[in-house]
């Protein structure tokens, strides 16, 4: 079946704009996780969804950044008026949830903020 | 809080040689273990995952993984590398209860294979 899927793969955009990162999870999967990849900090956790609600949020770094998902399946990470450590790798994972912790990764969304 | 500490950021081996990359786990609680694989411009695949059924476990690709609770690691081997391991490894650990199975990353180990 089809995997996770994210969009767009590349976004570049200047600094101080607002982009939106989205995250198609395999279709049942109810838990939802954001992570981002970057060389000085590697592989950090963002936000977890379960269902619609975010229950950990922990993760995200600043008020600039924020999260929703809608129907229990599709998400979009928001960052606002991005600076340039924002640069990244955005990863999606999605797992069947309530008592699975096996996550199944998707592409990816490499952030460029110039 | 758990942290995953994974000993040498690059191992390079020979073709056909042992692969072995190091991870060294902090857990207040019993945790979960996982070895991811990432590809060059790929997401993460899972390798393998310890969930304590067994503390010998067993992935894909031949790799597998040996659960040594006195020592607080989770070694990830193959006995004979092959040209299509070269990528990059990440250890991860989550700990058990609730519904919420973040994880906790190592900071990778980029494998090479030498021809």
């Known amino acids: 079946g089809a995997g996770v899927s994210q969009s767009p793969s590349n976004k570049v955009t200047e600094k101080g704009k607002d982009v939106e990162l989205r995250c198609d999870p395999i279709?049942?999967?109810?838990?939802l996780y954001w992570y981002r990849q970057s060389l000085g900090q590697g592989l950090e956790f963002l936000i977890y969804?379960?269902?619609?609600?975010?229950?950990?949020k922990s993760g995200l770094p600043s008020d600039r950044f924020s999260a929703e998902r809608t129907g229990g399946s599709v998400s979009t990470l928001t960052i606002q008026r991005t600076q340039q450590e924002d640069s990244a790798v955005y990863l999606c994972a999605s797992s069947l949830g309530r008592g699975s912790n096996e996550q199944y990764f998707g592409p990816g969304t490499r952030l460029t903020v110039t | 809080a758990q942290s995953v500490t994974q000993l040498g950021s690059h191992v390079s081996v020979s073709e056909g040689a042992l692969v072995l990359l190091r991870c060294n786990y902090s857990?207040?609680?019993?945790?979960?273990l996982f070895w991811y694989v990432q590809y060059p411009n790929q997401g993460l695949q899972l390798l393998l995952k310890?969930?304590?059924?067994?503390?010998l476990v067993k992935g894909i690709n031949g790799f597998e993984a040996e659960f040594k609770k006195s020592e607080t690691s989770f070694h990830l081997t193959k006995p004979s590398a092959h040209m299509s391991d070269a990528a990059e490894y990440f250890c991860?650990?989550?700990?058990?209860?609730?519904?919420?199975?973040?994880?906790?990353f190592g900071k990778g180990t980029l494998l090479t294979v030498n021809p």
């Open positions: 279709s049942g999967h109810t838990a």
């Open positions: 310890y969930t304590s059924a067994a503390t």
């Open positions: 969804f379960q269902g619609n609600s975010a229950p950990d």
């Open positions: 991860a650990v989550s700990v058990r209860g609730g519904s919420n199975y973040k994880l906790t």
């Open positions: 857990s207040s609680v019993p945790p979960y």
